[in-house]
């Protein structure tokens, strides 16, 4: 049975290979690892998953053992004897790498190069089955104490400063956590596995604020495991409902990644995640004993997949992404500009108008070539409502246009004042007195010349 397992896994990895990705929902699961070679060619239960510098960590709790593989699966290097790994974390600083050992209750440290270990973290009170390891941007590690049902916090040096929470059903309690994970702010987010949530505290350990319940509904998680943030995204492996969530910083469901199943974008019982620098989600795959890997570029790269999209002239796709945008993210220079190519495509002059002003006032390095494009986008709106008769609106726009440096308008400000002033009895009356002053002056000029005689 097992032998029938791994050939349809060997048939679908060659079939992932030879297609370059394959489509599941509209996502691009890139490639799907499950062979990796040596003396025991198959992952057993993958849990956490590392990914840095085209090196791809893996704890192979099955096998216990950490894998170092190349990006399209190949064994590197390996550290075997291990008991029941499962988080990973790094300190590029330091250049270490902490594993969780859940049946050993402790974490080790070891060399980032050579997999040399370095130590053990020592917690005050012993560790028991911890499974979540985070280490922030400062240094400071976090461990999910899973059978203490706490949070223990060390300092670089490996020293504990504090540990918040306990077992219980309030705010600050947990049940069995196992992921847990640091933001920008320094906020931790928590994994409570078994009361179905997520639970958010500032970076001293005070409750902010959580979400989710039981079930299997949309808002639901079923023992969910482990989270990687990135940026203002949260991805969350829902772990019986096999799925993976994503939620952004303010704990609103932002997208549902996958059902359960075999195929390609499919999972059993999902574990460890991690986000790569080039936006691909890798996903252990705990239940299917392999490693997915599913470009999330959509998310953690907003404005790459927007440019995507507009060269693709996918506008429906383009509003639904840019709605789901925070207001921080929507400031970003680069999607503004984005956004600001989107109207002008779409035809929209209001929405590029009022981009463009906001381009103008924020962008102080590239305000001359703003100022350039209002120019431009004022005479746009400006002909618009001439040729709808609103000949005072347009005349303003005309007059904005001007300012803004864009000659072309002068005329018409000029042309459209006029008519306001009276049309075009009044055009007569000026053009009768222009030549009435160019008769005057060729009689002068005549009477010069024969003067001169």
Wanted: with cysteine; proline share 3%.
């Amino acid at each position: 049975m097992r032998g029938a397992k791994r050939g349809a896994f060997l048939a679908l990895i060659f079939l992932v290979t030879l297609f370059s990705g394959v489509e599941v929902g509209g996502r691009e699961v890139e490639k799907i690892i499950e062979e990796v070679g040596g003396d025991l060619p198959f992952l057993d239960y993958p849990v956490g998953i590392l990914v840095e510098d085209q090196e791809v960590l893996v704890s192979d709790w099955g096998n216990n053992r950490l894998l170092s593989l190349t990006g399209e699966g190949e064994i590197q290097k390996s550290l075997t004897g291990l008991h029941s790994p499962a988080g990973l974390g790094r300190d590029e600083d330091r250049e270490r790498i902490y594993i969780v050992e859940q049946k050993a209750n402790q974490v080790r440290i070891i060399h980032r190069d050579d997999f040399s270990t370095v130590g053990f973290l020592q917690a005050k009170v012993p560790l028991e089955e911890p499974r979540g390891v985070w280490v922030d941007e400062g240094g400071k590690i976090y461990v999910a104490d899973s059978g203490k049902s706490r949070i223990v916090v060390f300092s670089p040096e490996g020293e504990e400063l504090f540990t918040f929470g306990k077992e219980g059903i309030g705010n600050d309690e947990f049940y069995y956590p196992r992921g847990v994970a640091v933001d920008g702010d320094g906020h931790i987010w928590v994994v409570d596995t078994y009361h179905h949530c997520i639970k958010v505290f500032d970076g001293k350990g005070q409750f902010l604020f959580r979400f989710g319940q039981g079930g299997e509904g949309e808002e639901d998680f079923n023992q969910p495991r482990y989270l990687f943030i990135r940026g203002e995204m949260v991805f969350i492996s829902d772990y019986r409902n096999h799925r993976i969530k994503v939620y952004n910083r303010e704990g609103v469901l932002q997208e549902i990644i996958g059902k359960e199943g075999s195929a390609p974008g499919e999972f059993s019982f999902p574990e460890g995640l991690w986000i790569d620098e080039e936006g691909k989600l890798w996903v252990a795959d705990a239940g299917n004993n392999r490693l997915q890997v599913i470009d999330v570029n959509f998310l953690v790269n907003p404005a790459l997949h927007l440019a995507a999209l507009l060269a693709e002239n996918d506008y429906q796709e383009f509003r639904e992404v840019l709605e789901r945008l925070s207001p921080q993210e929507k400031e970003d220079p680069q999607i503004s500009r984005l956004v600001l190519d989107f109207y002008q495509k779409t035809g929209d002059v209001d929405g590029a108008i009022y981009q463009a002003e906001e381009l103008f006032l924020s962008d102080s390095e590239n305000r001359d070539q703003w100022k350039k494009v209002l120019g431009e986008l004022y005479y746009q709106k400006g002909v618009y409502l001439r040729g709808e008769g609103k000949l005072k609106e347009a005349q303003n726009f005309f007059r904005k246009s001007w300012q803004h440096g864009y000659r072309r308008s002068l005329f018409l400000y000029l042309w459209t004042s006029f008519l306001l002033m009276g049309g075009s009895n009044l055009f007569i009356l000026i053009l009768a007195l222009i030549l009435l002053f160019l008769v005057i002056v060729f009689y002068r000029l005549r009477r010069e010349y024969y003067r001169g005689w």
